[in-house]
């Protein structure tokens, strides 16, 4: 399955003021780009280009660290885009998600608290997860392009640490970043979908 560089679901200017539109342009456009493009290469070369990413994601984790990298970040992305949305973030959650939250992290502003530690905590580039593991939410932190997928675990809901993520709009406050990403951009919604899909 050839890698492709999905259209962002929304205008670039969408998420103003939150996230820029030049953020988007070189965060999508480039380095997204770079993934796709680095990531059918290496999966050609290694054979593997007939799988489902989420194969090669596995796969590729600790035998092909080029590859890894590059199609770890492209499942990343993919999911980044559709987790904003314009007037997304703060407490309405849906049911079953608020539910979940409640009893596996102790209620929202304990989940908002931890997630945001968990990225102001990852040491370089990397990113902060909400995942579904042995039927329980988890927050954890990434290094680089890894994901909970390699440790067992599916996840609904991940930021970007990476500093091209913010660092246009933030400088070097990237906790400030975070909560804009908490309170006015999470796309709940495909948090749900997602962990509809992880509780199956």
Do not use: C
């Not at 999911?79 to 703060?90: A, I, L």
């Not at 995942?131 to 997928?149: A, H, M, R, Y």
């Not at 993520?165 to 006015?184: C, G, T």
């Amino acid at each position: 399955m050839a890698f492709e560089l999905p259209p962002l679901p929304y205008d670039y200017d969408a998420l103003v003021p939150f996230m820029s539109r030049e953020t988007l342009e070189y965060h999508h456009d480039k380095h997204h780009k770079a993934y796709v493009d680095n990531g059918n290469k290496l999966a050609e070369e290694a054979g593997l280009a007939n799988l489902t990413l989420e194969e090669i994601v596995k796969k590729s984790y600790g035998t092909n660290q080029g590859l890894f990298n590059n199609a770890g970040q492209h499942y990343n992305h993919i999911h980044f885009w559709k987790w904003m949305k314009k007037g997304g973030g703060g407490k309405s959650l849906p049911g079953v998600l608020q539910k979940a939250i409640d009893s596996d992290l102790g209620g929202y502003d304990k989940f908002r608290t931890d997630f945001i530690a968990a990225g102001t905590t990852q040491f370089g580039s990397g990113w902060a997860w909400l995942s579904v593991k042995d039927g329980k939410l988890v927050i954890s932190k990434t290094p680089n392009g890894e994901n909970p997928l390699v440790h067992g675990a599916a996840p609904i809901l991940g930021v970007d640490v990476w500093e091209h993520s913010y660092y246009i709009d933030y400088r070097n406050a990237r906790p400030k970043y975070l909560e804009a990403f908490v309170d006015s951009l999470i796309n709940w919604d495909y948090v749900l979908e997602m962990y509809e899909a992880a509780t199956k």
